[in-house]
């Protein structure tokens, strides 16, 4: 039992640690009623996602020393490190999350001024207030 826990939930700490933040931006978008504190859990969500795959993509100390092998090299030094016997560390995980960041910011970018544009017309950013100011408008006949 204790091999199998060390095996399985240590050795593999950084994936654990990402799905738990994950679990906790996903939380807090989904139970947060304030727009911005939806917008900070959407952002902690978004960069949990890219710890996670870019831990996906690590060939490194945690996993394959533990099998006996060696440690991955950029691919950069990959002529000199076949010699000695490395593994090649896949780049394209890092490339995908780079492009992801600035789809982020992009999109934290827009949903602020989005948010903004919430607060100048109904003075609030409370979701249950927006909608009941929304019912309101269209009871008068708005």
């Known amino acids: 039992m204790m091999e199998w826990l060390i095996q399985h939930v240590l050795e593999k700490y950084n994936f654990w640690i990402a799905m738990l933040i994950i679990i906790i931006g996903l939380t807090a978008t989904i139970v947060k009623e304030n727009l911005l504190k939806k917008l900070i859990g959407l ?20 996993i394959l020393t533990t099998w ?14 076949a010699e000695k016997g490395y593994i090649y560390v896949n780049p394209l995980p890092n490339v995908l999350m780079l492009t992801g960041i600035v789809v982020s910011a992009a999109t934290t970018a827009v949903a602020l001024a989005i948010v903004i544009r919430i607060y100048q017309k109904y ?3 409370e979701e249950d207030e927006i909608i009941e100011k929304e019912k309101e408008f269209e009871r008068v006949g708005g």
């Open 43 to 62: 952002s902690i969500f978004q960069t949990a996602m890219f710890l996670w795959f870019v831990s996906l993509g690590d060939v490194g100390r945690n």
């Open 68 to 81: 006996g092998l060696k440690t991955g090299t950029p691919p950069i030094l990959w002529e000199q490190a």
């Open 123 to 125: 003075g609030t950013i």
